[in-house]
């Protein structure tokens, strides 16, 4: 079974522009979730989304904003760019998204702002 | 709110000793607990998770870990360390109903000499 999938694996943009970054997640899972890492601020989860919803999420600002597609396929979206949004993206992606469920990380997108 | 502290920023070990990685978690209730590991370049990959029972856990790569409710403690420890064990290791926490919203500890690099 194929893992967690995220495309791109890097990207470069400039301040004020605006990024997509998408995630694939497991076969047959449903729940998805988003984690920025940096090496101030470490992993902090952005958002969770299950079936289309978004249950959860983080304390981002509202340049930060997701989506689930029917498929489970899911994509983040930062506008706006600061200097800061400069991370490693990660996603996981779990059955139903349960605390008992093992996420499953895909390698992530690291995006760098100039 | 909860919170993981991972007190040691970077160890070292020799190749064919024993490790123990610090976590310390604050939680209100009966927490979720989950170690993960991140070699370079890499997503995280979980090595072993706690929800109830037996406080002694075993994960995968020979790695175990053992709750200790008074002491709000989730240790990592590996009788034997491989060079291969070199990575990034991380501590986090769930809880009930916060679908997959979970909070990690700033991580520890370890080193492991020859």
């Known amino acids: 079974k194929a893992g967690v999938t995220q495309t791109p694996r890097y990207l470069i943009k400039t301040r004020g522009q605006q990024v997509t970054l998408s995630c694939s997640p497991i076969?047959?899972?449903?729940?998805v979730s988003w984690y920025q890492q940096t090496p101030g601020q470490g992993l902090q989860f952005l958002f969770e989304?299950?079936?289309?919803?978004?249950?959860n999420k983080g304390n981002f600002p509202g340049r930060f904003s997701g989506r689930q597609f029917s498929n489970s396929r899911s994509e983040m979206n930062v506008s706006t760019l600061e200097l800061g949004d400069s991370a490693l993206y990660l996603c996981?992606?779990?059955?139903?998204?349960?605390?008992?469920?093992?996420?499953?990380f895909g390698p992530g997108t690291r995006l760098l702002v100039l | 709110a909860q919170s993981v502290t991972q007190p040691d920023i970077h160890i070292t070990v020799s190749e064919g000793a024993s490790l123990e990685l610090r976590c310390n978690y604050s939680?209100?209730?009966?927490?979720?607990l989950f170690w993960y590991v991140q070699s370079p370049g890499q997503g995280l990959q979980l090595l072993l998770k706690?929800?109830?029972?037996?406080?002694l856990v075993q994960g995968i790569k020979g790695f175990e870990a053992e709750f200790k409710r008074s002491q709000s403690s989730f240790n990592l420890r590996k009788p034997s360390v491989h060079w291969s064990d070199a990575a990034e290791y991380f501590c986090?926490?769930?809880?009930?109903?916060?679908?997959?919203?979970?909070?990690f500890g700033s991580g520890t690099k370890l080193n492991v000499k020859p």
């Open positions: 076969s047959g899972h449903r729940s």
């Open positions: 939680y209100g209730a009966t927490p979720y």
């Open positions: 989304y299950f079936s289309e919803t978004q249950r």
């Open positions: 986090a926490v769930g809880a009930v109903g916060n679908f997959n919203k979970f909070y």
């Open positions: 706690y929800f109830s029972g037996d406080t």
């Open positions: 996981a992606s779990s059955l139903i998204g349960t605390e008992q469920e093992t996420q499953y």
